[in-house]
């Protein structure tokens, strides 16, 4: 649902989603299984055996479960912009997050966000 939500956002211009879980949905879907997934550790196992979509964006446990997980967006704001224009920007950020925090199940961690700048 992050995925879906977060792109809908005007004040977060997003461009591009690189969302693992959503790829995970098609996977099981595509099997005929459901999602969310009744068997998570083996059927994590299978999807990242089968395809490069989630590489470097989820670690496992040694018993297969989740121990973390990342989710990617890219948007469009100027790198060159002022801080005073960036300021704005990044704080819809920390409030999307915020939001999106306080939607996950207790015991699963708090999301935190990182921003990365290329020029």
Excluded: M, N, Y
């Amino acid at each position: 649902e992050l995925c879906d939500r977060i792109p809908h956002r005007k004040d977060l211009r997003v461009v591009h989603v690189g969302c693992w879980p959503q790829d995970f949905r098609e996977f099981l879907r595509a099997r005929g299984r459901p999602f969310p997934s009744r068997a998570l550790s083996q059927d994590l196992r299978l999807f990242l055996a089968s395809t490069r979509a989630a590489e470097g964006s989820l670690g496992l446990r040694p018993g297969g479960l989740p121990l973390w997980a990342t989710i990617g967006f890219r948007t469009e704001f100027d790198t060159h912009s002022s801080g005073r224009r960036a300021q704005p920007f990044l704080a819809s950020w920390d409030r999307a997050l915020e939001a999106e925090s306080a939607r996950i199940a207790e015991g699963a961690g708090r999301s935190l966000g990182a921003a990365v700048a290329f020029a």
